[in-house]
Structure formats: C-alpha cells, structure tokens
C-alpha cells in the first residue's frame, strides 16, 4: 500500500477529514442538544456529566445555548483535534513499543516473567497499583518512547518574549518554534557513548518513569503545557503490553528489529507486520 499517495490524495486536499468530520457532526448535533435542553428544564438539579463536551459548553469563550451549524463545526473540530492527539500518539506508540519488543528476544523472557508474577497477584483484574508495579515494563516503554526518532515534537510554540542564548542566538517575540528531539533523547551526556542504542533499563536504574517528563526526555513535551494525558497514555500502553506478553509470543517476521517509517522530520512504526503465537497455558 502506497501510504505516501493515500495521504497526498486524501489527507492533504481534506476529503477523508470532511467526510469524518460530516459523520461526526451529525452524531454529535443531537447529543448538544439534548444536554442544553436538560440544562435549560433541570436547572440547578441538571448533573453535567464530566467530559469534555460540557467543558466547552460551559466555556465563556466557546459556550453557546442555541446548536448552530457554525458552533458544531467549531465543537467538531475541537473533539476531532482532541481525538487525533490522544488517540493517534497513543496508538503509534503503542504499536511502536510491540515492534520494539518484537525485536528483541534478549528481553522476552525478563518482561513476561515480571507479567506473570503481577498477573497472578491481581488474578487477571489489574488496578493501578498493579500497573505502578510493572517497572521493567514501564522502563522498556519509556525507551520505545525515547528512541521513537521524530526530529521534532510535532506541537509548535510561540516564543512570548525574546529570548538570547548564551551564544548570542536570539528567538525574537513571536516566532514558532519546534523543539529539536535529536539533541534531548539522544545526548551522549544522559545516554552515554552509544545513545541511539536501545536501553531497555534505563529508566528503572535511573528512577524515570515513562510518564515523567525530565530536560533528557521531551516525548511529552515539558513545563505547564507538558501532555496531561501522558499517564493516561503510559497506562494504557503498559496494560495493553501486558495482556498481550501474557498471551503471546510476539516476534516480527525476519526476526529482527525492523526499521521505521519515516516522512521528512516525523517517524512512525514500521510497517512489517507482527507475529502472534499463542503460548501454551
Ligand atoms: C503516547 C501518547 C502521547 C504523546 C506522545 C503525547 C505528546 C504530547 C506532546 C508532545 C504535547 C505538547 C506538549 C508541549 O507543548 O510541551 C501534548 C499535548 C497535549 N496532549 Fe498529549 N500525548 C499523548 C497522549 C495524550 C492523551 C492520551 C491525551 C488525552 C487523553 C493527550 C492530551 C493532550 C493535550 C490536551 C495536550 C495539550 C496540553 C496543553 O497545551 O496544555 N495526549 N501531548
């Protein structure tokens, strides 16, 4: 499949975001609606639900008491940028950390035997408790993270006030600007000799956790905007790697690691496909 084309074609000139963007609208119209008619009936007894459509509803900026097509286009738009930056990040990260895995049966049996000895304690039924002791794995996650090789953090910022480096470089008022990955994630002083190497226990010898955001790990950025879904996101990716560590033996095709995608300055997981193998119970 010839993703570069499908993306020029469709992506590019909106007709897969229109059409997903029209399905989506008509679905969410009358769940507005409804909630701003419960509002309007239930007065001080209506219970907002806790999500992020009454978030914006409520919004003195955004909020609105009449559904018009201009407010749903702006609502839609906001969920769908909502959805693409936690939905897709998690995804990619997700599939990227099983390739990661995949690739390397040096470290199978050490992360399954720490799957098991949790599984067991918790008898299938995982709370957060038992997720905070998934160390070795949260320690493989934060590596997949850190070498997932994006050149840059794909969310721009404006510089506020000017700022001077201490070679004399300035950023004047203003300007966007892109933090560069390459020198954080892969600086020889936090990561030694070899810092593109994978080091699947860096993090549990260091004390890091995947979800800790630090001046040598900007996979979630940094600072009062740093991602506030990113232990959310290491959750979901560590739960989602142990029930399938527990179930399967996963190896990629050649047996090796396999390479990723990447398009100009942004990587994605390679695209090799995976082997599962059910373990014998
Ligand atoms: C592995 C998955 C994820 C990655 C790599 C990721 C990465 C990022 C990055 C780099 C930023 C920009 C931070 C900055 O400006 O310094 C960000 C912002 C954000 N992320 Fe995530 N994210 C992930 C998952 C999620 C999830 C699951 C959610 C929601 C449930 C989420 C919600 C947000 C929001 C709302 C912001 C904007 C924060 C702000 O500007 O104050 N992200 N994320």
Redesign the pocket.
Known sequence: MNYEKILQENWLNNKIFTIQMGNFAKYLKPVLEKRLKDKEILGDKYEPPLDIIEYHLNDPEYGTKVITDDYLNEICEFLFF?MV???H??S???TSALYDFAGRPELWDDIYEEQVRIDKECNGELSSQHINKMVKLDSFVRES?RTYDSVF???P?RCLESYTFKNGMTIPKGRIVQ?YLMDIHYNTTAYGPEPRSFLPYYGLENKFLASRTDKNY?????????????F???N??KIGMHKLILNYHIKTPSGKIEKKIHSGPLASPPVAGLIFENRKK
């Open positions: 909502i930056v936690s939905i990040t998690t990619q990260h997700f993270l953090n794909p969310v910022h933090t900007f996979i979630f950025g940094s600072g009062r905007h740093a991602c506030p879904g990113r959310f996101a290491v979901e990716i």
